[in-house]
């Protein structure tokens, strides 16, 4: 009896979690579908009717959507497929070898997490207009990896970690070189691991506002987030337009996230790191 009464306690604690998490997405939707003379209104309307597109009209009406769309996701897909690369190797490195500096590198990379980004802006600023790097896509690039490539380095190395390493050495035994073993044993086997930090990757990529705003300085160069904040201006601020806009720029992440949360979470679980 007490256990039943304790599941449904904590039944209920979980949909009241879940309601506050939610109803702020929810109610971003909602917002876009109304009628532009309702976003503002003093009644709540938890059900837009009649539904309008209005939102979304003037969302798009600009010419250079399509523009920052293909600036994200260039940037976005460029700093995961980079990071992967290097985080794959550095991962295996620091999970299954032993050198000079391995504890040192494993502390550097806890320590890097806790630095905030806004304090790193003015060096990486000064440090990308000595080579060239300002305005310039490689250089958000490159940015964006300072500030990834330690959270996945850090989470890849824990699913190697759970890797029985007698699957390699099986694997050698059978002829296969150390590099062979890794390509053939370990890459198939991190592929959930890898599924779930690229998409971690790709989320910190993708929402970054503050470097992409510094760094570019022509509207060519500019990506979503910078976009969102163009409907605000020093007259106005169309908020249903930046609602709409909300939308469009979470809704694919949203959509691939439920797509893959099953990948995604089996994934974690598997990386759990061992005391």
């Known amino acids: 009896m007490n256990s039943r009464r304790s599941r449904t306690w904590a039944s209920v604690a979980a949909m009241i979690v879940l309601v506050v998490m939610i109803f702020p997405v929810y109610w971003?939707?909602?917002?876009?579908?109304?009628?532009?003379g309702d976003v503002l209104s003093a009644t709540p309307q938890f059900f837009p009717w009649p539904i309008s597109l209005d939102n979304f009209t003037r969302a798009l009406g600009g010419?250079?959507?399509?523009?920052?769309?293909?600036?994200?996701?260039?940037?976005?897909?460029?700093?995961?497929?980079?990071?992967?690369?290097?985080?794959?190797?550095?991962?295996?490195?620091t999970a299954r070898f032993t050198f000079l500096g391995r504890k040192a590198l494993l502390v550097v990379l806890v320590a890097v997490q806790m630095i905030p980004g806004s304090a790193m802006i003015i060096p990486l600023y000064l440090m990308l207009r000595q080579i060239g790097g300002l305005d310039f896509m490689p250089g958000l690039v490159l940015t964006y990896l300072t500030f990834v490539l330690p959270f996945t380095v850090w989470n890849l190395r824990g699913f190697v970690v759970n890797l029985p390493i007698e699957l390699e050495e099986a694997a050698m035994i059978d002829?296969?070189?150390?590099?062979?073993?890794?390509?053939?044993?370990?890459?198939?086997?991190?592929?959930?691991?890898?599924?779930?930090?690229?998409?971690f990757a790709f989320i910190n990529a993708w929402d970054d506002y503050l470097f992409a705003y510094v760094l570019m300085r022509s509207q060519q160069n500019y990506t979503l987030p910078v976009w969102l904040v163009s409907f605000s201006t020093s007259n106005q601020i169309d908020y249903g337009a930046t609602i709409a806009a909300s939308v469009i720029f979470s809704l694919p992440v949203l959509v691939f996230f439920l797509l893959i949360q099953r990948k995604l979470v089996s994934g974690l679980t598997a990386g759990a790191v061992k005391g």
Request: charged fraction near 10%.
């Open 28 to 36: 971003m939707f909602a917002t876009a579908f109304k009628a532009p």
């Open 63 to 93: 010419d250079d959507f399509f523009v920052y769309l293909r600036n994200s996701l260039t940037v976005s897909l460029s700093t995961v497929v980079l990071a992967m690369v290097v985080a794959v190797g550095a991962a295996v490195a």
């Open 175 to 199: 002829g296969c070189s150390r590099f062979q073993a890794i390509v053939r044993v370990v890459l198939p086997l991190l592929a959930p691991g890898i599924v779930a930090t690229s998409i």
